[in-house]
């Protein structure tokens, strides 16, 4: 059986964390800024920060499993 799992998370946490998509941290004109679609330096390292930290704590600490087959 495969643990699909890890790939669902990941691919969720993606969609969300995907700087000006859903929000913006920081934004140009607020510290948070929802459907923007407009990205920068400073948001991608703030979103890959947060990106690297929940999959850290769903992965290792929560242990996400999804066994399909």
Do not use: C
């Amino acid at each position: 059986m495969s643990d699909w799992g890890p790939v669902f998370v990941a691919v969720v946490l993606f969609v969300v964390l995907t700087p000006g998509l859903l929000f913006k941290i920081p934004g140009r004109n607020r510290f948070v800024e929802f459907g923007s679609f407009q990205t920068g330096a400073a948001p991608i390292v703030v979103h890959s920060i947060l990106y690297f930290a929940l999959i850290s704590i769903f992965l290792l600490a929560v242990g996400v499993h999804v066994y399909i087959g």
